[in-house]
């Protein structure tokens, strides 16, 4: 799954010292473990790294030895493309109410991307932690940029980087090479998401820059089995592994089931959206950027658990659990912190 602990807005809050929390994500990583999960793809930031390099290592590491104890690979991502722009690190605001990642953050931030003559400023960032974790068995592979031409068309349009593709596929085409010169055993890949790859000479600059570069093909489909079945055979052409490293939304009729049965069935991996119900409010649609509600939905849309780690769909959870064979439902209830939600802001 893809994974971000529910105490955190983003990748920032996840990863700063005054905000890491490696007690809620050993107790959610032991509830994604119980289902049967063995992988998490995990978003880094370069910003993190930049203000405190050595304590952000030492924190990527211990998240390693969490999910190690609980027999859970992970996947690194090296930069993102989604959502605001305009990163700052120091205290990260708090979620808008009933908004999907209303306060997730890009990396590099537009000043940087934007700009080609910065982005080998990014180089020290990518083979210092690269090459601190170049052998670590822990790590499953590398992503070196996720969805890196996404335009953010409905929320920070105005201020996003123009010709997005095309500056994007520059920097994608140097962090692989950074990562490979910094030594990465590991695989390492980068996921299309908006082409169905049926004519390669369709594909745009960034896409042709991801696929090139991946020793592992991965993708992103939030869509229906025919969808998700017609980019998989697509993608066969390349003769390479294949991982769909974002799936899973409800009500874009996206579900577990069928498509975790499916890709299992293809040797294709998988990576769902979301463990825990929390900051990232990712149980509300995208939408909720142009159409904001009043209420938790009835139907979520990411996310799989509540904060007390009890399932939205016990019939989810138990299909989960047939494919993976964990055939144990968790019904403990851990006791958790006083509420992270401050006055007005969504449970």
Known sequence: MNYVPSTAVN????WQ???FDPKTIDRELGW???LGFTSLRVFLHDLAWK????GFEQRVDEFLAIAHRHHLGVMLVIFDGVWNPLPKPGKQPPPRPYVHNSEWVQSPGAAILGDPARHDELEPYVKDVVGRFKDDRRIDLWDVFNEPDNDNADSYAEVEVKDKPRLSAL???KTFRWAREAGASQPLTAAPWLADFRDPAQLR???RAMLDGSDIISFHNY?????MRERVQNLRRYGRPILCTEYMARTADSTFDPLLGYLNAQGAGAYSWGLVSGKSQTIYPWSSWKEPSSDAPTVWFHDILDRNGQPHDPREAAYIRRLTGKTRAVTRKIPLPAPMWGEGLAP
């Open 11 to 14: 990748q920032l809050e996840m």
């Open 17 to 19: 010292a005054e905000t």
């Open 32 to 34: 994604a473990e119980s």
């Open 51 to 54: 203000e405190d390099a050595v």
């Open 171 to 173: 920097l994608i085409d």
């Open 205 to 207: 600059a960034s896409d």
């Open 223 to 227: 869509s229906r089995l025919d969808d």
